[in-house]
């Protein structure tokens, strides 16, 4: 199945929506909170799956912390794949492609890229994928921050 991993534009706002509204249930309005979060680039970068008859499937939220800088720290906000999609690589592509286009994005506004942190739930099956692809580290756990603990982890040298 072959699985393109694009920029989001402006027409992917309410397909990404729905990804939203099905893989994060306790969060609500997902057309303004896709809507509000795509307006912010470049300081949050945002990039989709499509599969082969070009459907969203799954997308990626990236986000620049404390400012433009040298040397920038990036947030893997958010990444979502929808249920049936799942477990056939798409995550790891969403990770590994999108990073390539920070990463490419950062040097053409002569910055690069210091480190990345990744927050989730202590009990988020994704914590593994963050460590492989990544290899993000566990760095701290907040007890009950949102519906459950978060870790926060952090990757350096990507």
């Known amino acids: 199945m072959p699985i393109i991993i694009l920029p989001m534009h402006e027409e992917d706002i309410h397909a990404v929506a729905k990804v939203h509204a099905k893989q994060f249930a306790r969060q609500k309005d997902s057309v303004r909170w896709i809507s509000c979060n795509f307006a912010a680039y470049p ?48 995550g790891t592509l969403l990770i590994e492609k999108s990073l390539k286009y920070l990463k490419d994005y950062l040097a053409d506004t002569n910055s690069s890229l210091k ?24 760095i701290a756990v907040i007890k009950d921050l949102y519906s459950h603990d978060e870790v926060i982890m952090l990757a350096k040298d990507v």
């Open 43 to 90: 300081r949050i970068m945002m990039f989709v799956s499509r599969d082969e008859q070009d459907n969203v499937v799954g997308y990626i939220q990236w986000i620049q912390k404390s400012g433009f800088r040298k040397e920038s720290v990036i947030e893997l906000e958010q990444i979502a794949v929808l249920e049936k999609h799942q477990s056939k690589g798409i």
């Open 115 to 138: 480190a990345i942190l990744v927050t989730t739930r202590t009990d988020n099956l994704a914590k593994s994928l963050y460590e492989k692809v990544l290899k993000a580290k566990e």
